[in-house]
């Protein structure tokens, strides 16, 4: 079980929550942390709102990356398929979840930017 403090944070109206193809994290969360899924369900997920904006669009994260802010984040299968239950990450896992988080966020940014008049936050 998460500590109180952080389910806090996590159920707080007023903070709001990125993700990308978040219905796996979702699942993992719950099953790590006895966390029920429905502490995440005003999680906005860019996969979804990509979706919404343009029908056509892949929405795996280095594609809406490339689409919404021009540029091929690095993405290697060595960091991608390493340990992520490991009682320490890596340096580069670390780096690697840094990235996409500020990925998200920044396409994020950019998708309000283009819709400011959007459902989505």
């Known amino acids: 079980m998460l500590p109180d403090v952080l389910m806090d944070f996590f159920e707080d109206g007023s903070n709001h929550f990125l993700g990308n193809g978040w219905s796996s994290d979702s699942s993992a969360l719950e099953y790590s942390f006895d966390t029920p899924r429905e502490t995440w369900d005003d999680l906005i997920d860019i996969q979804i709102v990509a979706r919404a ?69």
Do not use: C
Request: hydrophobic letters at 40%.
């Open 53 to 121: 904006m343009d029908d056509d669009m892949r929405v795996g994260l280095r594609q809406t990356v490339q689409h919404y802010l021009g540029f091929n984040p690095p993405k290697g299968s060595q960091i991608t398929l390493g340990d992520w239950e490991a009682p320490w990450l890596s340096d580069a896992q670390i780096n690697y979840a840094v990235l996409d988080a500020l990925y998200v966020g920044e396409v994020f940014r950019k998708m309000r930017s283009i819709h400011p008049h959007n459902p989505w936050g």
